[in-house]
């Protein structure tokens, strides 16, 4: 609502506070924390706020509301550590490639990783998703309401085909490598509490 109301006022939330490659001149070091609280449409907020409602939920039960937070943040920002590698990868690859060649794609290709920022809580709600696979992992899953399967596959499932459509789809709008790295981190985080405390 406050992208909608302060748009028709002028200001541009989502150019203000999405996030931008450090290459971008509208990038910004705060945007790495902003751009996780900010949408691309209600659909988007919707699916992602569902999921942290349904997996969240039953994790700030269990841990705590102080230790979820940081979970989630921690994840958000991991998410957003793994989107900004690849796509600074990516833009020295197309810059190197329009260097060569000239290439209008490979410029094209420039201008989107520079000027098009990226938003949403995906890559956190993929590290809370983990979380849940962790520490409930023989807890069934409905998919499309009908069919039960474990946590633990399901969060499996989905990583693997995550990592695999980010390979697949280099020049996707959807941000697979921040889903990645959402899980990657969230893994990273639940493994180092276990092994700080004897019982987790």
């Given at each position: 609502m406050a992208t909608l109301v302060f748009g028709q006022m002028g200001f541009d939330?989502?150019?203000?506070?999405?996030?931008y490659i450090p290459q971008s001149q509208q990038f910004a070091p705060y945007q790495l924390v902003t751009h996780l609280f900010l949408h691309a449409n209600m659909s988007h907020i919707f699916f992602n706020m569902f999921a942290?409602?349904?997996?969240?939920?039953?994790?700030?039960?269990?841990?705590?509301s102080q230790r979820f937070l940081?979970?989630?943040?921690?994840?958000?920002?991991?998410?957003?550590?793994?989107?900004?590698?690849?796509?600074?990868?990516e833009y020295y690859h197309h810059m190197a490639l329009y260097e060569?060649?000239?290439?209008?794609?490979?410029?094209?290709?420039?201008r989107m990783l520079e000027w098009?920022?990226?938003?949403?809580?995906?890559g956190a709600v993929f590290g809370v998703l983990l979380g849940f696979g962790m520490t409930y992992p023989n807890q069934k899953i409905y998919l499309y309401f009908l069919m039960p399967i474990?946590?633990?596959?399901?969060?499996?499932?989905?990583?693997?085909?995550?990592?695999?459509?980010?390979?697949?789809?280099?020049?996707?709008?959807?941000?697979?490598?921040?889903?990645?790295g959402g899980m990657l981190f969230g893994f990273l985080l639940i493994r180092y509490w276990q092994s700080t405390q004897r019982r987790f």
């Open positions: 939330i989502i150019r203000q506070f999405g996030m942290l409602w349904m997996f969240g939920n039953a994790l700030e039960n269990q841990w705590g940081i979970f989630y943040l921690v994840t958000g920002l991991g998410a957003a550590m793994c989107h900004l590698g690849v796509n600074v990868y060569m060649t000239g290439s209008q794609a490979s410029l094209q290709s420039l098009v920022p990226t938003v949403g809580a995906s474990k946590a633990k596959y399901f969060v499996l499932g989905y990583g693997l085909m995550e990592l695999w459509s980010g390979l697949a789809q280099a020049s996707s709008n959807i941000a697979h490598f921040a889903h990645v």
